[in-house]
């Protein structure tokens, strides 16, 4: 079976701005590039929150769906810890420090289409196979599916927030207490957004889990 990927688009300027920072890193410049290298990873990562979740929360916003208002609460938490921690972490870096995080994230793109690029991760065989049987089986309207897609969303994103967020993490290699404090934050963030697709997916009818999971199988390639 051939390596699936999932590919997020992203927006070009925020690819061309890591692009810039990373060549300048690369060239060895003196100037602190920190703070705008947070920036831009903060970007990508809300560009990417909103592209998998927040096309389908404003679809739902102004409507009476519980569900959805809640969905739409989850995610402006996890926007909000993005924005406060992620700058922050990057901060403690000199530059030196900071071009093989900022290398290692922009081999993570996709950029064969020039007008499209894309941040992507690879999926395991495993975890791709079960992602299409269990596609399929809701795609034909088994009910029973419903909880295995979702079961399997959140494994999808775990893989993703381990290609860029915790490998970064990793080659950063921060102090034990800082080291310890973001492993708090990204294990908060990540339940809080794996709580919410569980509670999600026992409250769809079939044909509300059919759209969700059309979307989200819309990234896998």
Known sequence: M?????????NQDTYQKLQQITQA???GEKTPLAK????????LTCEVLDQAFGALAKSQENTDDVQAQETAKVLGQIDTHLQKYMPWSISLFSNIRLQ???????????????????????LSPTLASRVQQNYER?????SL???????DLIEVIDTGVTAHIRTPKTILKFN???????????????????K?????????????AQQYARHFNGFIQ
């Not at 051939?2 to 992203?10: D, E, G, L, Y």
């Not at 599916?145 to 079961?151: E, K, N, Q, R, S």
């Open 100 to 122: 093989p995080v900022a290398n290692y994230i922009l081999d993570q793109f996709d950029c064969d289409d020039p007008q499209q690029i894309y941040l992507q991760y690879a």
């Open 196 to 208: 919410r697709i569980e509670k999600v997916a026992r409250h769809l009818s079939l044909s509300q």
């Open 2 to 10: 051939a390596i699936r990927f999932v590919k997020i688009p992203v």
């Open 176 to 194: 034990y207490v800082v080291d310890k404090t973001l492993t708090r934050i990204i294990n908060l963030v990540t339940n809080l957004g794996y």
């Open 145 to 151: 599916a419903v909880v295995p897609v979702f079961d």
């Open 25 to 27: 890193l690369n060239r």
């Open 138 to 142: 809701l795609m034909q309207n088994d």
């Open 36 to 43: 705008p290298l947070g920036e831009v990873f903060t970007e």
